[in-house]
Nanobody, 122 residues
Framework: QVQLVESGGGLVQAGGSLRLSCAAS????????MAWFRQAPGKGREFVVT???????YFSDSAKGRFTISRDNTKNTVYLQMNSLKPEDTGVYYC????????????????WGQGTQVTVSS
């Protein structure tokens, strides 16, 4: 019922920045939580950050102080601004959606985008 499309990934050198977008369609946003996860090669899906309808955010330790999440409800879009990128930030970044409640584990989200590749070179 919800479709999520990520964009904005690419190749960047360590210390650089990228801005990812997640555009949602298929249902309205009133109460919700959206999150970004990432998956490095050979590893599980890792929580990055979540934001809910009230504006409450929660960042992983790795993202604190470097990443910012924002929303544009008129465009049904969530943005992830990533600064001071490190090689360990490399992975496929996935946008996820949940009704009402957010979580820091993948099982808390019912809808997922296809992912966008982020590669940070050293």
């Amino acid at each position: 019922q919800v479709q999520l499309v990520e964009s904005g990934g690419g190749l960047v050198q360590a210390g650089g920045s990228l801005r990812l977008s997640c555009a949602a369609s298929g249902r309205t946003f009133s109460t919700y939580a959206m999150a970004w996860f990432r998956q490095a090669p050979g590893k599980g899906r890792e929580f990055v950050v979540t934001v809910d309808w009230s504006g409450t955010t929660y960042f992983s330790d790795s993202a604190k102080g470097r990443f910012t999440i924002s929303r544009d409800n008129t465009k049904n879009t969530v943005y992830l601004q990533m600064n001071s990128l490190k090689p360990e930030d490399t992975g496929v970044y996935y946008c996820a959606y949940a009704e009402i409640f957010g979580a820091t584990i993948p099982s808390g989200y019912a809808y997922w985008g296809q992912g966008t590749q982020v590669t940070v070179s050293s």
